[in-house]
């Protein structure tokens, strides 16, 4: 059973940058095998894809809304997932989840193809 665990939310200026991470526990191999996404849920709104990595990293997929200011990025050996924000503006204000996926289409960002998540940081960007 794998286990996630989001941290590094908090509130920023427009402009600024933050980088979240995302601790894996639980899997007796690690993070081996699981592809992992990041999404987020602005208030009110509903939850979408922001970005995903293959479980070598070599496959790199991220939102339109976010190409050229985030970057999604894991450590295997630190069990850990990453998504560096910078130039965030008003609306990427949201709560942040990191999931795990060992569906093949997990780039398509469905998150029905995602069955562990963690529970969330938020992140507040100010204008």
């Known amino acids: 059973q794998v286990q996630l665990r989001e941290s590094g939310g908090g509130l920023v200026q427009a402009g600024g940058s933050l980088r979240l991470s995302c601790a894996a526990s639980?899997?007796?191999?690690?993070?081996?095998?699981?592809?992992m996404g990041w999404f987020r849920q602005p208030p009110g709104k509903d939850r979408e894809f922001v970005a995903a990595?293959?479980?070598?990293?070599?496959?790199?997929f991220h939102a339109k809304s976010v190409q050229g200011r985030f970057t999604i990025s894991r450590d295997n050996a630190a069990n850990t997932l990453y998504l560096q924000m910078n130039a965030v503006k008003p609306e990427d204000t949201a709560l942040y989840f990191c999931?795990?996926?060992?569906?093949?289409?997990?780039?398509?960002?469905?998150?029905?193809?995602?069955?562990?998540w963690g529970h969330g940081t938020r992140v507040t960007v100010s204008s």
């Open positions: 999931a795990a996926s060992q569906d093949i289409d997990y780039s398509s960002g469905r998150s029905s193809l995602y069955p562990y």
């Open positions: 639980g899997s007796p191999f690690g993070m081996f095998n699981y592809a």
């Open positions: 990595i293959s479980w070598t990293g070599d496959a790199i």
